[in-house]
């Protein structure tokens, strides 16, 4: 199994995001970098950087108007006077078909679903190296390898083809997908984090190509709100591609693999040949965001459980934050496909 990994992927440190209405230090830090490497290390893994794929991939995606406010908008937020040294909305649209407004502010609050998402200098280099990491590890796929792992941070699958949120700036699972689906693969993506995979649903929300399945905390009463319930099937060509398994806050273990159960059934059936797993390990007990109850054998079990489909994998990193536990999360997920 070789990882993937950029350097430049460090730079961006968000500082701030607003929760409950409180502003309060960003847990998507660069020090999970280093927990999720000494995972991959204590396996002995090989680490390659990825190759710079340009764009293409990227804006088969997104569209130019969200690549280009990406790429500018600290540049001119920070020309208003009196603002802040991140790049984080106070107003949004009732709707994205309403106007586009050509204010800074305005299109802040019309790119960004929420404050979780702040955007500083670095920004844009990081998510740009994230977006050519998982893009890296769908080349792999194609050249031949069974697994790869791209470690991809920051995370990208809250993000809309047009809209970042929930630290996610560039959607790199489904920007992988994407690839895959357009070198010809019959692509699944499997989504077991914590938080309901809401942009790569998104991206794929009409799309009767590539099945989108997402494990999450049910989105009642937990992040993303409005997306993630199991009515959500897909719409037009796509209806009936999107699954959505809601699982009761705590649930553990023995819940969680019973949904992965049903999950792998509807991928078997769909008769996937590419599988790519976006992996939150924010599901794990001792999370700081505490929504569910999976423990550290519990990831092994699912890593084992995925495995058995026998399809090539791609792996991209999503969320699990900072606790002592993290990198041995990752090693027994990983270790499982070894």
């Given amino acids: 199994m070789k990882v993937i990994f950029s350097e430049a992927q460090r730079a961006h440190d968000p500082q701030m995001f607003l929760s409950s209405g409180a502003p309060r230090p960003c847990p998507e830090k660069p020090a999970r970098i280093e927990a999720l ?20 991939p990227i804006a088969a995606v997104h569209p130019e ?26 107003i949004h649209p009732g709707s994205r078909k309403d106007g586009y407004p050509k204010s800074a502010v305005g299109q802040a609050g019309f790119h960004m679903t929420d404050t979780s998402c702040p955007i500083s200098g670095p920004t844009w280099g990081s998510a740009y190296a994230s977006a050519q990491t998982a893009i890296a590890g769908a080349q792999l796929m194609l050249a031949g390898e069974s697994v790869a792992y791209a470690l991809c941070r920051p995370p990208g699958h809250h993000c809309f083809p047009e809209l970042a949120g929930g630290f996610c700036y560039l959607a790199n699972t489904a920007i992988a997908a994407r690839m895959l689906q357009q070198a010809g693969r019959r ?114 079990q699912i890593g084992r459980a995925i495995r058995g489909l026998g399809l090539p994998t791609l792996i991209v990193q999503e969320g699990g934050y900072l606790c002592p536990e993290l990198g041995e999360n990752l090693e027994a997920v990983l270790g499982a496909f070894l």
């Fill in 187 to 300: 692509v699944a993506v499997l989504d077991v984090d914590l938080h309901h995979g809401n942009g790569t649903q998104g991206v794929f929300w009409e799309d009767p190509s590539v099945l989108t399945i997402s494990l999450h905390c049910h989105p009642e009463r937990f992040y993303p709100f409005f997306w993630g319930y199991p009515e959500e099937i897909g719409a037009g060509e796509g209806e009936g591609t999107n699954l959505n398994l809601c699982l009761a806050r705590g649930a553990e273990d023995p819940v969680f693999l019973a949904a992965l159960d049903q999950a792998l059934d509807w991928i078997g059936a769909w008769g996937a040949d590419t599988l790519v797993l976006a992996l939150g390990l924010d599901a794990f007990v001792g999370d700081p965001f505490a929504g569910l109850g999976v423990t550290t054998p519990g990831f092994a």
């Fill in 65 to 90: 108007r969200y690549l280009t406010f990406l790429q500018n908008i600290h540049t001119r937020w920070r020309q208003i006077d009196g603002a802040s040294d991140e790049v984080i909305p106070n």
């Fill in 37 to 56: 490497l000494g995972g991959v290390r204590r396996l002995g893994l090989p680490v390659i950087a990825p190759g710079d794929a340009g764009m293409g």
